[in-house]
C-alpha cells in the first residue's frame, strides 16, 4: 500500500485540507497506515502535479487552505491499484525479535514491556470498542454497503486486538513462572 492511495480514498470519503487530512491520519486511518503531516503534505503536491486531485476554491479568497478533491485520473489510478494483487501482511514486531533474544538471555529484562504492550492493546481495544458502541451497535441496517464495510474493518481491528490481548496474558505468567523457577532454583 503506499501514501498516495490512502490520501485518495480519503479524498473520495470526503474531500479535506491537508490539516483535515492530517488530523484524521490521527484520529482513524492511522490505525493501519501511519503518515507525518510533512509527508501528507509532500503526497497532495506530488498527487496535484499528476493530476489525481485538484483543490477546491475556497470562499475565503486571502485563506492559504486547499480542500484537495480527487479527480478522474486520480480515480483511475486508485481502481487500478486495487485490482492489484498483494501478499497478506507479515506480522512485522519488534516484540517478536526481542522475546527470542529474551528466550536466549534469560534474563527476564523483557516482562514490563510486555505489560506495557498489554496495557497498549487494551487501550486500543477500547478505543475501538467505543467508536463500534457509537457507530454500529444500534445499527441492524447492513444494507448500506459503506457502512457494512467499515463495521467489517472495525471488527477485524477489535479481533486483532483482542488476540493480542488473549497471547500476551498467556505469555506473560509463563515467563513469570519460568523466572519464580530460576529463582527457587528448579
Known sequence: MSLPHVLLTSLLERPSTGFELARRFDRSIGFFWNATHQQIYRELNHMLKKGWVSTLENEMENSRKKTYQVEQLGRIE??????????????????MVRLRAEAQLSNNQILPELLRHLGLHQEKLKLYQSI????????????????????????????????????????????????????SGE
Request: no cysteine; glycine share 2%; proline share 3%.
Open 132 to 183: 463500534y458502541d457509537k457507530d454500529f451497535k444500534d445499527s441492524n441496517d447492513l444494507n448500506d454497503r459503506v457502512l457494512y464495510i467499515h463495521k467489517m474493518i472495525l471488527e477485524l481491528g477489535i479481533t486483532m486486538e483482542s488476540e493480542w490481548i488473549k497471547w500476551l496474558e498467556q505469555v506473560i505468567p509463563q515467563l513469570k513462572r519460568f523466572a519464580q523457577d530460576s529463582v
Open 78 to 95: 486508485l481502481a487500478s491499484w486495487m485490482t492489484q494483487q498483494s501478499e497478506p501482511a507479515q506480522l512485522r514486531d519488534d516484540l
